[in-house]
């Protein structure tokens, strides 16, 4: 059976590459036991089985004893998603464990939600390039209160919102805010961006209701379908 009895001694290897940031991090029972992450952008292909590696060697976890995989599920880039998804595919595969998938900017709103405990919402947000991010609003109990999409930030852009209830902005995306949105007093910028880390709780949730993807056919939530760029040669 793909499922292992849930105890003490649960380990779930969580993988983060839906944006600039390669992260991976191993838990016990909802406790971090060993993150490695880089921010160096366009390296994932080549550091995340090393990471892996990294950490199982620094924790003396061996890969039989890990019950499960997270995937960050995206929004994100496509590159980033292809590689983190082929790579926990794979290691659910070889060690005839689950996958679990949790949204990326649910994630990231858990990361803000810590430093900022006591705030009613929160919008991460993923840098989609130009003036465009992915985003997603949650309440305090990371309850979806408007789902992902795709939007242009506008100087009105959350403006009904925030004239109403304080939120709280993270991600590499948020960086847009601060040059768009005029200051307004119900707004917080929280340093946070994406980590294996922020996935930890929300898989443990998961596990334990055996919310499992199926392997063969899950593919990674990419929000916008990829469209190459078209080579441009001389004379066409």
């Known amino acids: 059976t ?3 009895t849930f105890h003490i001694m649960c380990y779930i290897l969580c993988i983060e590459s839906s944006t600039e940031i390669c992260s991976v991090a191993l838990a016990k029972q909802n406790q971090l036991l060993a993150i490695k ?11 995340l089985m090393p990471f892996v590696d990294a950490i199982l060697s620094q924790t003396g976890i061996n890969t039989s004893q890990i019950n499960a995989v997270c995937i960050s599920e995206g929004p994100g880039s496509y590159t980033g998603l292809r590689i983190g998804t082929s790579t926990a595919k794979g290691l659910c595969f070889a060690l005839n464990i689950p996958l679990i998938a949790i ?7 858990w ?3 810590k430093l900022f405990p006591d705030k009613p919402l929160f919008c991460p947000m993923i840098d989609a390039r130009r003036m465009e991010v992915y985003c997603a609003i949650f309440d305090n109990e990371l309850k979806t209160v408007v789902g992902t999409q795709s939007k242009i930030i506008e100087p009105d852009t959350f403006s009904d919102i925030l004239n109403q209830q304080t939120m709280v902005f993270s991600g590499n995306g948020a960086e847009k805010c601060k040059n768009v949105l005029p200051p307004h007093p ?3 910028y929280a340093e946070t961006k994406t980590s294996a880390a922020y996935m930890i709780d929300l898989a443990y949730q998961k596990y334990n ?19 190459p760029g078209k080579p441009r040669v001389k004379g066409l």
Request: avoid cysteine.
């Open 37 to 47: 992450e880089n921010s160096n952008g366009n390296t994932h292909a080549e550091q």
């Open 103 to 109: 949204n990326t900017l649910q994630t990231m709103a």
């Open 186 to 188: 119900s707004i917080i």
């Open 111 to 113: 990361g803000a939600r």
């Open 209 to 227: 209701k055996q919310k499992f993807e199926n392997l063969a056919y899950f593919e990674p939530f990419y929000l916008k379908e990829f469209i």
């Open 2 to 4: 793909l499922i292992k």
